[in-house]
């Protein structure tokens, strides 16, 4: 990739040898790319608040040798691993949370999806500066996700896909990717369980997934059951 510097793109090869196996599939070697920095790079929050933020941590050369990255930065070192393995990646920049942000939206399978490695990699928890590598925060909520979920708290004027596949929530599961913190439900007995359960907790709004064409039996009676 020309706009990386060969620095970089030596750093990138490094990584991608030591998380990629042949025997992995598109959405596994995204995946894999995803938590290898969740899980060696952290937010530059204290240089964020002092506002010193150095100029590396806006490059993958910062996020893969430091360690530390803003939002720019964790996107940038996205793109470049998923450009060694093959994976059409783009850097996306706008709005979130009230600031200006970075993402990307990545191509797998043929689809394509955004991901947001920065918010997955969550710096504060309930206000609470994390500690160096904490993993315990570490989410799946932005990764692979369609444009209905992310424009939820995202906003930009040129992302340059439509991101409107569905999620691969087979996939996911068997990976342990528990989406939004929602339960998938895959049987009329599951989904009339949840619903008993909530019920019983006096939650009358909540969230679920639910396995495409599910509800084409008579629901009624199971939930009289």
């Known amino acids: 990739v020309s706009a990386y510097t060969q620095e970089e793109n030596q750093l990138a090869d490094a990584v991608i040898a030591k998380i990629i196996r042949s025997s992995m599939g598109e959405f596994e070697r995204v995946k894999a790319i995803h938590d290898y ?21 806006h490059t993958a050369k910062g996020a893969l040798t430091n360690k530390y990255a803003v939002c720019d930065g964790y996107s940038h070192a996205f793109q470049l691993l998923c450009s060694k393995i093959g994976i059409s990646c783009e850097f996306v ?6 600031g200006s942000h970075a993402w990307n939206q990545v191509k797998i399978e ?21 500690t160096f590598h ?42 342990g990717i528990p989406w939004e913190n929602a339960p998938y439900i895959t049987s009329t007995n599951e989904l009339v369980e949840l619903i008993k359960k ?14 495409q064409n599910l509800l084409t039996g008579d629901m ?3 939930l009289m059951d």
């Open 37 to 57: 920095l969740l899980m060696n790079v952290d937010y530059d929050y204290q240089n964020l608040i002092n506002n010193t933020i150095p100029a590396a941590s």
């Open 93 to 98: 920049s706008g709005t979130s949370k009230g």
């Open 110 to 130: 043929g689809n394509w999806y955004n991901i947001d490695v920065t918010w997955d990699d969550p710096a504060t928890v309930n206000g609470v500066t994390t």
């Open 134 to 175: 904490d993993h315990s925060a570490n989410s799946y909520e932005y990764f692979c996700i369609p444009d209905s979920l992310m424009y939820k708290d995202h906003q930009t004027s040129n992302a340059p896909h439509k991101c409107t596949a569905p999620l691969l929530f087979e996939r996911a599961l068997k990976a």
């Open 198 to 211: 909530e019920v019983q907790k006096g939650n009358y709004t909540f969230s679920f997934y639910m396995k």
């Open 220 to 222: 009624g009676t199971a």
